[in-house]
Nanobody, 119 residues
Framework: QVQLVESGGGLVQSGGSLRLSCAAS????????MGWYRQAPGKQRELVAS???????NYADSVKGRFTISRDNAKRTVYLQMNSLKPEDTAVYYC?????????????WGQGTQVTVSS
């Protein structure tokens, strides 16, 4: 079974940066599309960034130009570099795995990592 552990969140001022990490165990992430999600209080979880097996990336419009997703298959880790953070980015961030872009995530939802951006 896939196990995903997110880390790297914290409290940052508006305009600051954070780098989130997602460490995967139990499988090789090289065979999966990987995605970063976030969920703010009272809101639904949303996909903010994804990266395919081949390394192609896409982003939610709200984070384009500010966030960068990357993967290190050898380390079985996915990263989310978050720059120019805004208060609206405040959320719990999760990673998950997809068999393909057209399919929902298949991994379990973990604890995520809290990102809080102050004004």
């Amino acid at each position: 079974q896939v196990q995903l552990v997110e880390s790297g969140g914290g409290l940052v001022q508006s305009g600051g940066s954070l780098r989130l990490s997602c460490a995967a165990s139990g499988t090789l992430i090289s065979i999966y599309v990987m995605g970063w999600y976030r969920q703010a209080p009272g809101k639904q979880r949303e996909l903010v960034a994804s990266i395919t097996v081949g390394g192609s990336t896409n982003y939610a419009d709200s984070v384009k130009g500010r966030f960068t997703i990357s993967r290190d298959n050898a380390k079985r880790t996915v990263y989310l570099q978050m720059n120019s953070l805004k208060p609206e980015d405040t959320a719990v961030y999760y990673c998950n795995v997809h068999l393909s872009l057209s399919r929902p995530p298949v991994g379990p939802w973990g604890q995520g990592t809290q990102v809080t951006v102050s004004s």
